[in-house]
């Protein structure tokens, strides 16, 4: 009788192991597929009769993001186009660290590369793997998130 009942145990000890193993990998397989984002944006700048036009394409996906940016300069014609990988981290409050991964830029000229860096924080415009970028995001609706730098708002970006 006493070999039946440890016998019993422990099936139940490894069921229940069993059990809780299946169900940490479904937390955190639902967990990194709710974390994986993707999102377009647009952006416009207006200093004086200059309007710089950025659209942005951003995804992010456990612990990996890639940024494509193309940029215009009206009063230049200038162009300015960026792809950027890069490493994140989220803390508390939606607080995400961006580290520098690796970059490809293309621009139109020096000068046009000179524009833009006025507009861009340096974060983008370099490889530099020490160069980290602090930012917020917050999602207003299931489709809408918004990037902040403390609490001002840069821009919307809408979930694909």
């Not at 069993?18 to 169900?23: A, D, P, R, T």
């Not at 200038?78 to 293309?106: G, H, I, P, Q």
């Not at 415009?125 to 999602?139: A, F, I, N, W, Y």
């Amino acid at each position: 009788m006493l070999n039946i009942n440890v016998n019993i145990n422990y099936a139940v000890a490894v069921l229940s192991l069993m059990f809780l193993m299946i169900c940490l990998y479904l937390v955190s397989h639902l967990r990194s597929e709710r974390d994986a984002i993707a999102c377009d944006a647009r952006l416009s700048i207006v200093d004086n009769d200059r309007i710089i036009a950025f659209r942005m394409a951003i995804s992010f996906d456990n612990g990996d993001g890639f940024i494509t940016l193309v940029g215009k300069d009206s009063a230049s014609a200038a162009v300015l186009r960026l792809r950027k990988t890069f490493n994140y981290e989220l803390k508390k409050n939606n607080v995400m660290v961006m580290s520098n991964d690796a970059s490809v830029m293309n621009y139109s000229s020096v000068e046009s590369f000179n524009a833009f860096k006025k507009y861009l924080p340096a974060f983008f415009l370099t490889t530099r793997s020490d160069m980290k970028m602090l930012t917020r995001v917050v999602r207003s609706s299931d489709d809408l998130l918004v990037f902040m730098i403390v609490d001002t708002p840069l821009f919307v970006c809408e979930v694909r």
